[in-house]
């Protein structure tokens, strides 16, 4: 609910504070009294677009404050979470303009963007007047309007749910194309690859072990000779035989020696250990030299073939192997891509029938709610004087999207037999003003937003017009309706009533609204009915106005 509305130095206000209350609120007052630019300045700080010049003449800025009243469930403070912004039960929007255009905004002392003002207000204020392109003349919400109206939240949501399946499902299949096109693109690479990869089997490390192997290969030959002469001086014919006499004359005196002998004597037994295991280690040598002739070439062979695989593949030789089992995981994915595709198809065909039958469901639901709306709306139009009018809603394929297969838009026709079309183009002024009207009373709901009807009764009087207010009073019952009009049938419906006129102050013409009470609300209501001049006659009539709307 709007509670409260402070406007500073916009247009022809310098300083207005209006409180508003629950129900139906009546702005009224002579044309050019200031009516619309109340309204300017109340879309100024909900963001909407408007005039550009909106700072009163000779003031540095203006300034609008708006206070509105929300409950805790409010959609606006799903908004203001999502932003970052304080939330509440009191929400203050304050928005500044500069002489030179600069805009600024506030919402809750904090600074906001325009784009989050906006969200926030779409929420809190629902305006309605024969330029109402924001509401029910916006033919891209009509389906919107009328899944509200039929109570198809379960509905879209499973139909948005089965959509969001059938793109992910369509996603993948698309990628898995991709991917085996572009396999497809190297599969003579990836077979050569494979095999020749294969058919080497390179092991990490080998390259290495190849490598020094090689490398003493080569030099067997250069050092074999002298090896080979060490092994004969450490033998049984060499150093380990004359260590073995020596030991055996020594153990011979060793009787007669009184000891002396007993350590020469270990000594050489460990060094003739040690002689063993060089001996033992210089013929295993030997050995590791002794190859066959044909093998330095076929370590030479192997070496330089994983080196010129490891170059023509870009990689180290000992991630040849594993190099290897990447390019075979690509060509089993190429040789299990067609069976991979068929999976993923039937995945899209179930995706696309379950979307189809949520949306064919949403669609048939429509089109009964259609049915019902139709009805409801002719129903409301009869007591407007348009009984003789047609409205229809018409449903239309469209393009699959996560909200159906459905296009909605509301169709007019003034008169049987005249065409049908958009509402905003068939009908004149104060036809498409109760065309608005009879559509917003038959959706209404709990609806949390603050509802503005700008001259919405123009060009009706009489009963029509007392149809009019009754209905916006109706609206008024459960929320807070705000109304700028010229009839006086409506203006003594409502609850609340101020009038806006204009008075002039040194040489400057400035815009006040001053609430009325019940005595002054019978002056206005005369003045309305009767023009400049209030008679009596028009006093009594607006008395029984006021009385009928009891």
């Excluded at 572009?182 to 990836?190: I, K, N, W």
């Excluded at 009489?462 to 010229?486: I, M, W, Y």
């Amino acid at each position: 609910m709007l509670r409260a509305l402070d406007i500073r130095d916009m247009l022809i206000i310098d300083r207005l504070e209006l409180e508003f209350q629950p129900g139906l609120n009546v702005l009224t007052g002579e044309t050019g009294a200031g009516k619309s630019i109340l309204l300017d300045s109340l879309g100024f700080v909900l963001g909407w677009r408007g005039r550009a010049e909106l700072v009163r003449q000779g003031a540095e800025q203006g300034e609008v404050v708006a206070v509105f009243e929300i409950r805790a469930d409010h959609p606006a403070n799903a908004v203001l979470e999502h932003a970052g912004l304080p939330q509440g039960n009191e929400l203050i929007l304050r928005r500044v303009n500069t002489k030179d255009g600069r805009k600024t905004a506030w919402i809750n002392d904090r600074r906001a963007s325009g784009d989050v003002l906006r969200q926030v207000s779409d929420t809190l204020v629902e305006l309605h007047g024969q330029q109402d392109d924001k509401g029910l003349l916006n033919p891209r919400i009509h389906r919107d309007i009328l899944d509200a109206f039929g109570n198809f939240i379960g509905k879209r949501s499973e139909v948005t749910q089965a959509w969001g399946g059938r793109r992910r499902a369509r996603a993948a299949l698309d990628e898995a194309e991709e991917r085996l096109d572009a396999l497809r693109g190297e599969e003579d690479f990836l077979r050569h690859a494979v095999k020749e990869l294969s058919d080497l089997a390179p092991e990490p490390g080998e390259e290495a072990d190849l490598d020094a192997r090689r490398r003493l290969m080569q030099s067997a030959e250069r050092i074999r000779e002298d090896i080979t002469r060490a092994a004969q001086l450490l033998g049984q014919d060499g150093a380990e035989g004359v260590a073995g006499d020596a030991l055996r004359w020594l153990e011979g005196a060793a009787d007669q020696a009184e000891g002396t002998l007993d350590a020469p004597m270990a000594a050489l037994s460990r060094a003739m250990v040690e002689l063993d295991e060089a001996g033992r280690g210089v013929g295993d040598a030997l050995d590791q030299l002794s190859f066959d002739a044909h093998a330095l070439e076929d370590a030479e062979e192997r070496l330089f073939a994983i080196r010129a695989l490891a170059r023509k593949h870009n990689v180290l030789p000992d991630a040849l192997a594993e190099f290897a089992e990447t390019l075979q995981e690509r060509l089993n994915r190429l040789d299990a891509g067609a069976d991979d595709i068929h999976a993923l198809q039937s995945v899209v065909k179930d995706a696309d029938a379950r979307y189809a039958a949520a949306a064919e469901q949403l669609s048939q639901a429509r089109k009964g709610a259609a049915q019902r709306l139709d009805a409801a709306v002719m129903a409301e139009l009869a007591p407007l004087k348009m009984e003789r009018a047609v409205f229809a809603t018409e449903i239309t394929a469209s393009d699959p999207g996560p909200q159906g297969i459905d296009a909605v838009a509301f169709t007019v026709a003034t008169n049987p037999g005249a065409p049908s079309g958009p509402l905003a183009r068939i009908a004149s002024g104060g036809e498409l003003s109760r065309f608005l009207l009879a559509l917003k009373v038959c959706l209404a709901g709990d609806d949390a937003r603050t509802m503005i009807f700008d001259e919405i009764d123009r060009g009706v009087g009489g009963a029509t017009a007392d149809a009019v207010g009754r209905r916006l009073k109706s609206l008024a019952d459960e929320g807070q309706v705000l109304v700028v009009t010229h009839s006086p049938q409506v203006a003594a419906l409502g609850g609340h009533h101020w009038q806006v006129a204009k008075e002039v102050t040194g040489g400057v013409t400035l815009s006040r609204v001053i609430p009325l009470d019940a005595s002054h609300r019978i002056d206005e209501i005369a003045r309305m009915i009767s023009g400049a001049g209030v008679t009596d006659a028009a006093r009594a009539a607006a008395v029984s106005l006021l009385e009928g709307s009891l």
